[in-house]
């Protein structure tokens, strides 16, 4: 692949493998180093890909197998932090504030076991299919759609918990599709 096809893959899809690898790892520098991971690996491996069709589920899964692979790394050799920097955190901005709501799904979202997260961030916020989840999760298709159906349940149990489900008491069903669409 030539420099300039590389560069478009890049720009096509850096933001999605960004967003999915934040969910994972949930620190903004892992998956920085998880999404430049995985296009060193296409970089070095993308042209024994025969089928070109399938390049966005190739580096999906690349990348969530990086990140098994770190977990497991990390499990066996665990790192212990002596202090986190105050100049890290986020600052609120009015954006930020007006799209709490928006805020308390992905927080619940960060909440669910893996998983169950891992398929609903790649339907719902990287529109992936089931096919292609069963791919990049290496699972099949009824196991996937079994995994959406749990992971929303457990986001409705923990979206019931939060401050701005008291507002929404009225209604027995949480919109969860809508709301995770909406952040995407």
Known sequence: MGGMEFNELVETHYRGLFQFALSLARSEADAADLTQETFLRWAQKGSQLRDVSKVKSWLYT??????????????????????????RLPVVESDAVRAMEGADVMAALAEID???????????????????????????????MSRLWRGKEQLRAKLADTPAAAGRRDSKVIPINSQLRKEA
């Not at 990140?67 to 202090?83: K, Y």
């Not at 069963?134 to 099949?140: F, H, N, Q, R, Y």
């Open 62 to 87: 690349t990348l969530y197998r990086q990140f098994l692979g770190r977990q497991r790394h990390v499990t066996r050799f665990p790192h212990d932090e002596i202090g986190e920097a105050e100049h």
């Open 114 to 144: 893996e998983v169950f997260r891992v398929p609903l961030v790649l339907f719902y916020l990287e529109d992936h299919s089931y096919q292609e989840i069963a791919e990049i999760l290496d699972v099949p298709a009824g196991t996937v």
